[in-house]
């Protein structure tokens, strides 16, 4: 039977624990700078609120304002709903960490451009919350929206709850980092697998969790797109960055065509 993933080897430090630990460094910076940009507009609520209604208005010319008609639906079915819930809450940090490890340790190039991609996703989408902070559907219960994930987990996301002090940006709505971050580590793993059923499952991973954001109230369809949009500009700067590392003859690990 074939290995799901190419050149599956045992664990390795890549270029030894300096080099892992630089790796931490890096994304410790990156949220670092989050958590900056989140102090700067957390507290402008007035202007997120308008923003959000920006949103709808821009949807509904377009005949796009579905959502609270999908979440009634889905709403229906509280078990559906308690697993999108908890796949909201727990899938952005679990999965992306465990799949940025396994890049790191097994597929060191496709590793590389990844980090690259995430880290100027991150950047990126900083530049959107700090532009046009945006308030989150399920903020909005005029509009036929629900807190889902409240609901279903028992988890408050609320503006004033301490757990948003301590970890969410409350009107970081645009774009979707959720779906910015499947589209980061889906790609490289996608590209990665060699058994069919698992590329599927990774090609899979991005709508999934576009429609997990939309169904509990947090994203916009338009913030679904805009985080796409991200990951393909990011990408695109990260292979551009490789290509210019290569030209200058700098370092590269083996495989960085992955």
Known sequence: MAAPFVNLRRPRFWAGRRHFLLQLLYFGLAYLAYRIVRGLVADDGTLAFQHAREVIAFERSLHLFIEPTIQRAVSSVPTVMGILGWLYVNAQFTIT?????????????????????????????????????????????????????????????????????????????????????????????????KHRLAKGLWLAYPPLIAFVVVVTGNHFILDVCLGVLTTLLARSLAELAQRLRQQAGGPLPAHATG
Do not use: K
């Open 97 to 193: 960490v465990g799949a940025m490890l396994f890049l790191y340790f097994y597929r060191p190039g496709a590793y590389l451009r990844a980090r690259d991609t995430l880290l100027l996703a991150m950047g990126l989408a900083l530049i959107g919350y700090a532009l046009y902070p945006t308030a989150p559907p399920r903020f909005l219960p005029e509009w036929g929206f629900v807190d889902s994930v409240s609901d279903v987990t028992g988890l408050h996301l609320s503006q004033s709850s301490a757990l948003f002090s301590d970890f969410f940006n409350p009107y970081a709505a645009i774009p979707s980092m959720h779906v910015a971050f499947a589209l980061c580590i889906a790609i490289p793993l996608a590209r990665s697998c």
